[in-house]
């Protein structure tokens, strides 16, 4: 048995548990859960295998822990964080977490591994500030690699460029004329490639685009080299991967990094190659964190042949549902909006020039995206405050021919989307589709309407819960929010796509009233939701996610940058999304989530308190944009403590798995 004592013990469990607990039900009362939340009752608990024997005082653990062994001893001194002693008599060992903040472990509900690991090798260009600087990094990699290999890289936003242009093929020709090249923008969704590159994929000027996909040609219908959506499907395949073996190393690397920063589990929609690698590092006895895989369309067939059922497996390698897309990204102007990107003919990228995530600010307005209502002292509720979308459009840029108009990218119709969910369901596989648009929530919502018999009879069948999930769901229009909670579809979404999306938010049309980074609209009309990071398009730590939720501001504490400020979430909610919400989505809520006997033993100790402060007491979320702190200077200065936080143990199935 372990005893991890002297801490304070944060435990999110359901009220019935005891003191020190809070409410499962995200709509359960803001003033009841924030008080369990912050009870000081416990601050150890015991575990004996994988599992919580019981959460409680050190005195209270002992005597249960004197129970089981059936004899009594004293106890020898442990000695500071990450100390251990063995009690004489008890065969429990002890683990001083000195005075630090015990969490449940954290879990990314949407990751990326294989392209996360494949960042921490590949060229970086996240921090390019221009397209020249961008080129420069290129030709400097290629320098390094031998004659004629890809060179292979990721990150670029050409929305934070200081020349906000769309790369072409010919700078990447001149710069790198030996080696293909593949650089995928920041957001997964566009592909820059050169001659080279689009020679070895067999991809010319007649070439034509696939359905859901696009081959980006010039005026004259000459290829410039981007790959957008599916299309990209057709270039990535030649890229040469790692061997299984690279692969091992590459995962074991980036495990440990999710571990030091507070993950205990992902939900990875990497599809076979993370099943594989995952895999391969299971049975190499190096895997340390918690997995849930989800599959692709192209591997549903293998799947349904070899017997894949949502929620097989085993504590540590589980079985997700199956990914499908219904539309692209933000950033590389192509999610499904049911209003038209303010976008010339010649695709000219409309941004201020000073477009940056960290120092882009909202502008102050009448009109947009239809906030939350807000309640008086009294609980009254006032009418909807508006506010528009931060950036500025040129008049002058705007396309008044309908031909030239953009509403994004829908890969699939709203029928394929659901003959591919019915087939997958009907198999015993959940969905999760990925919907960034309005236009493109809006037809996933019909599709999973559409399939609820069909679910339903598959539950049945298959004696477990198949949950479906819309990926991100960044915009929403305002009558289907409820729709989520109506149809029991989970929204996964990641906090940190706000505060990143600062610079691109003029992008969205503000007359369509849309509801953006609605995360608390959703949990007030009793949806389901779970955070993730969407890394490694976004960086994976929770920590900052929490912040992101917190202030809807940039990650530098600019105040003034805070994007509809009534939307924020406290730092209690941002955790319960983090730990409750993937725990649902995954039908393990009964054993993960919170903290509590029974559970599994998958929790974090940490150098600072998200439920020590002022703002947690009185259950004001929302009202102002405050919830319940003093001011703003008082939120911000705990969502930065939070933010800046050290993670100091990680515990995952009763075994400490990383250490500061």
Known sequence: MRLFSNAVVRSFAPSSAGPGTAPVDAAASDAAAASAVTDPASDSILVDGEKIVAVGTRAELLEIAAAESSTTAALASAGGIGATAVIPGFEIEEIDCAGQVILPGFVDAHMHSVHYADSLTDLDLSGARSLSEAVEAIRERASQTPFGEWVVGSGWDLNKWDDPRYPDRKLLD???????????????????????????AGIDDLTADPFGGEFVRDDQGALTGLVREDATDLVARFIPEPTREEQVERLDRTQKLFLSQGLTGIHDFDSISSTLGWSDLRKAERQHIRVTNYLRGPEVPWAIETGWHTGDGDDWLRRGGLKLFSDGALGSHTCHMSSPFPETASAEVTAPEAADAEEAAPEAASAGATAPETADADGATSEPQSYTYPGAVPEDVLSTEQGDANYGISQMSEDDLFDNARWATEAGISVAIHAIGDQANHHVLNVFERLRPTT???????????????????????????????????????????????????LIDESAQLAAYAWPDLLAAGAHVAFGSDGPVEPANPFAAIYAA??????????????????????????????????????????????APGMDADFIVVDTDPCAAEGLSDGLLGQEGLLGYESEEALFAHAEAIRDTTVALTVVGGQVKYQA
Request: hydrophobic residues 40%.
């Open 174 to 200: 001149q710069a790198v004329p030996d080696h293909p090249v593949a650089m995928w923008s920041v957001d997964l969704h566009t592909l820059w490639t050169n001659a080279h590159g689009l020679e070895i």
């Open 456 to 506: 339903q009879e598959a539950e049945q069948r298959f004696a477990r819960p198949l949950r479906h999930r819309i990926e991100h769901a960044q915009f929403i229009q305002s009558a289907d929010i409820a729709r989520f909670a109506e149809l029991e579809v989970i929204a996964s979404m990641q906090p940190r796509h706000c505060i990143s999306d600062l610079h691109l938010l003029h």
């Open 550 to 595: 917190m202030t809807r501001a940039n990650l530098s504490g600019d105040a003034t940058t805070s994007f509809q400020p009534c939307r924020r979430l406290s730092a209690a909610e941002a955790i319960r999304q983090h730990t409750q919400g993937p725990a649902y989505a995954a039908g393990i809520e009964d054993r993960r989530g919170y903290l």
